[in-house]
């Protein structure tokens, strides 16, 4: 079983700062991509950005430039640091870690709870 737990969501004004961070913990395949994906009420879950255990990261068109995600394999953690933070990014963020395994392409997709961001003066 894989547990995802996210922090660091919070309120913070336009063109501020955060920085959200995901600790994975259970049986995890060593080569798999960690990331974060946004939904608001009624709009369909979102990449934000993602990154594979080779380093290798994809961005949402939205926040290119603005954010940056990060981990640490050994530890089984991922980051986003959110910079210029507009109102448009107001959503529950949700940490995700997927890898694919096997002879059949097994695919393993785990999610976290979520936790919220709210850009508002």
């Known amino acids: 079983q894989v547990q995802l737990v996210e922090s660091g969501g919070g309120l913070v004004q336009p063109g501020g700062s955060l920085r959200l961070s995901c600790v994975a913990s259970?049986?995890?395949?060593?080569?798999?991509?960690m990331g974060w994906y946004r939904q608001v009420p009624g709009n369909q879950r979102e990449l934000v950005a993602q990154?594979?255990?080779?380093?290798?990261?994809t961005y949402g068109e939205s926040v290119k430039g603005r954010f940056t995600i990060t981990r640490h394999n050994a530890k089984n953690t991922v980051d986003l640091q959110m910079n210029m933070l507009k109102p448009e990014d107001t959503a529950l963020y949700y940490c995700?870690?997927?890898?694919?395994?096997?002879?059949?392409?097994?695919?393993?997709?785990?999610w976290g709870q979520g936790t919220q961001v709210t850009v508002s003066s």
């Open positions: 995700n870690v997927k890898w694919t395994m096997g002879w059949q392409d097994d695919k393993y997709d785990y």
């Open positions: 259970g049986t995890i395949y060593s080569l798999n991509a």
């Open positions: 990154i594979t255990s080779a380093g290798s990261t």
